[in-house]
């Protein structure tokens, strides 16, 4: 299984997202391939947030050596499962899928298509982002053993 992990910048949500489900797949013994992007081009190159890098650390979970990248059509021809954050990173996804097969690779990380909030904004918020986020990776790895 490939799965890509994708919010607006690749800074905050979805390198703590693509460090918990490879940090979760690993243990449950998954194989499988885990990367993050996001939809903007602010942050290519760039390492973390240092406050999700702090919060997955507190959680046993290594981000730091993750770089950010743009979210581009190619990558529905390598991935599986295509996980967004909210509803723009769902809109601008699926507006880059050329057909229904890549549109049915895009789903909320979240069930019921909730959004993981932005804590850019809100430093109280990166440790409720990161339950959040370990709550539906468990869920979805746990699915697969």
């Not at 013994?29 to 903007?40: H, Y």
């Not at 730091?64 to 990173?89: E, H, P």
Request: charged share 25%.
């Amino acid at each position: 299984m490939k799965i890509l992990m994708v919010c607006l910048g690749n800074i905050c949500r979805s390198p703590l997202a693509e460090g918990v489900m490879r940090h979760l797949a690993t243990e449950r013994g998954l194989k499988w391939e885990i990367d993050s992007a996001g939809t903007g081009s602010w942050h290519i190159g760039h390492s973390p947030d240092h406050r999700s890098v702090k919060e997955a650390r507190k959680n046993g979970v290594d981000i730091s050596s993750l770089k950010g990248r743009q979210f581009q059509a190619a990558d529905f021809d390598t991935f599986d499962r295509i996980y967004v954050m909210d509803r723009n990173n769902y809109a601008d996804v699926i507006r880059t899928a050329r057909n229904g097969a890549d549109k049915a690779k895009v789903q909320f990380l979240l069930p019921g298509q909730q959004e993981v909030p932005d804590p850019y904004y809100d430093d109280k918020m990166f440790a409720p982002v990161y339950k959040m986020i370990y709550e539906a990776c468990d869920a979805i790895t746990a699915q697969q053993q």
